[in-house]
């Protein structure tokens, strides 16, 4: 069970950051001058919602053992696998989709930060998931 717990973790920490991106990207291909405000509005925005996850993971180690075999963890490692996969796709589709030229390198940067902002805690739950292994 505690498995689902750091995918959980990386589930509610992703999606809100993949959502905060897309509406502030918008924004940066609309207008580029705005790069400083969008960029904090972001990471506002991940502060907040890293909250609960964050948690998770505390609660995942404080419960945290050894399981039994280790196909108890393909499941929500692939799980796992395909939110970065899904994270990674995402951004640099949206990176790359009706950027204006004036603006490509700061949407390039903006996409960056935010790509290793969304992976942060799927990263550490994968972790976990080989700390747990027998």
Partial sequence: M????FVAAA????????TLYKMNVEKLKQDPSQHARVQNNLMIGVALSEAIPILLIIY?????????TVSDLYLPGIILLFLV???V??????A???VPEEAKSM???FSIISLMLALAIPIISIVSLFMMMP
């Fill in 2 to 5: 505690i498995p689902y717990v």
């Fill in 89 to 94: 796709l995402f951004i640099f589709m949206q």
């Fill in 107 to 109: 949407i390039t940067q």
């Fill in 85 to 87: 996969i899904f994270a």
């Fill in 11 to 18: 589930t509610l920490a992703m999606f809100p950051i993949l």
């Fill in 60 to 68: 995942g180690y404080a419960q945290m053992e050894s399981v039994s």
């Fill in 96 to 98: 790359k989709v009706g």
